[in-house]
């Protein structure tokens, strides 16, 4: 029998790159999506969308009418490090107020499979390089720290209710959907790799790097940056290893790269200049974040397939190229 999912935040980033491996897989996917992030023409075809904020019961009740649902994606999450050191209980009230909601109605209608957008944001302090599952959770800013508290209220939904759940932790997510039918189009934008790809197009102001005097071999912040279409194919492997219980994945590739060298890269890539500056750095950022993502491969088989930060900024550069307004 055909599966169905639901996908709340189906129509973002990250989200819409795991509606098109669902529905490559052949699934029924159902999105929720109230598209402040998200883009309505990123929903692959035949997925359904319902407009809606998680936070409105009536739109939950809308989404879980759609069911039954094999198991939920919860992607739809305010995201920004930055703006939650600024407003951290507006994510505290976001993104745990309304993922415990879903969990509850989870719960409520018999869904036993759970898969939750986590961060490397989890992780802070001295922890050890690559970061593994094991590692302390020690959030650096609210918006980790929201993110936190939803793993931990899915630890006792399990316990308690037998709902099984997937954290995934992913380090950077970057580049885009090879096809070139999806990509990355925040409004503001505030990632790294597609704000230096619009710095080289002027399309966006010089790029300020954040700090030069970060303890890491050349100053600036080391990041671990990892596929969009490679974090889509992580949730179905994560989904798959729920029936030997709940599991944490932390995913990224295993490398780190300064942003110097992403600015390099984008160069190498575009055959443009980025035009930059140094500037203070930014609250709440660690210095360096890079992932084992050792267990994952164990305990599922998963394997990235774009493990190299050309071919992320590759992609993501073809995608910008291509749509230089975004989804607009
Ligand atoms: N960064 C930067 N200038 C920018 C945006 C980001 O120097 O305009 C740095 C940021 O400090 C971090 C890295 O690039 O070390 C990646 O930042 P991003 O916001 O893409 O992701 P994050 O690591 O915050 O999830």
Redesign the pocket.
């Given at each position: 029998m055909t599966q169905r999912f639901l996908v709340t935040g189906g129509a973002g980033y990250v989200g819409s790159h795991l509606v098109a491996a669902l529905i490559a897989e052949g699934a029924d996917v159902v999105v929720i999506d109230d598209l402040r992030q998200g883009h309505r023409v990123a929903i692959t075809a035949p997925a359904e969308l319902i407009v809606g904020d998680l936070a409105d019961p009536a739109a939950r009740a809308a989404a879980f009418a759609r069911g039954p649902f094999a198991a939920i994606f919860h992607f739809a999450a305010l995201s920004l490090?930055g703006e939650s050191m600024a407003d951290p209980l507006r994510y505290f009230r976001e993104n745990v107020g309304n993922g415990i909601a879903l969990i509850g109605d989870a719960i409520g209608h018999g869904v036993n499979r759970f898969v939750l957008s986590s961060t490397?944001?989890l992780f802070g302090g001295d922890v050890e390089i690559p970061i593994t599952e094991q590692a302390a959770l020690l959030p650096s800013s609210p918006y980790g720290e929201s993110k936190f508290m939803l793993e931990r209220v899915l630890a006792w939904a399990d316990r308690v209710h037998g709902l099984k759940s997937a954290c995934l932790r992913y380090f950077?997510a970057a580049g885009a959907d090879p096809s070139g039918r999806l990509g990355e189009d925040h409004d503001p934008e505030?990632?790294?790799?597609p704000?230096a790809i619009d710095a080289a197009l002027g399309r966006a102001p010089e790029?300020?790097?954040?700090?030069t005097d970060h303890p890491t071999p050349d100053g600036?912040?080391v990041?671990d940056y990892i596929h969009v279409t490679d974090l889509a194919s992580a949730h179905l492997a994560a989904l798959a290893r729920l029936d030997h219980g709940s599991v944490a994945y932390n995913l990224g590739n295993g490398a780190g790269h300064s942003?110097r060298e992403?600015i390099a890269m984008v160069e190498a890539v575009s055959g443009r200049r980025v035009p930059h500056r140094f500037g203070p750095?930014?609250a709440g950022?660690p210095p360096t974040?890079v992932a084992s993502s050792a267990r994952i491969q164990e305990e599922t088989g998963w394997r990235p397939r774009f493990p190299e930060l050309r071919d992320i900024v590759r992609t993501a550069y073809a995608w910008r190229l291509a749509h230089p307004d975004g989804y607009r």
């Open positions: 490090v490397a944001n950077n505030t990632h790294l790799i704000r790029l300020v790097v954040f700090g600036t912040c990041r942003v992403v750095p930014r950022d974040l």
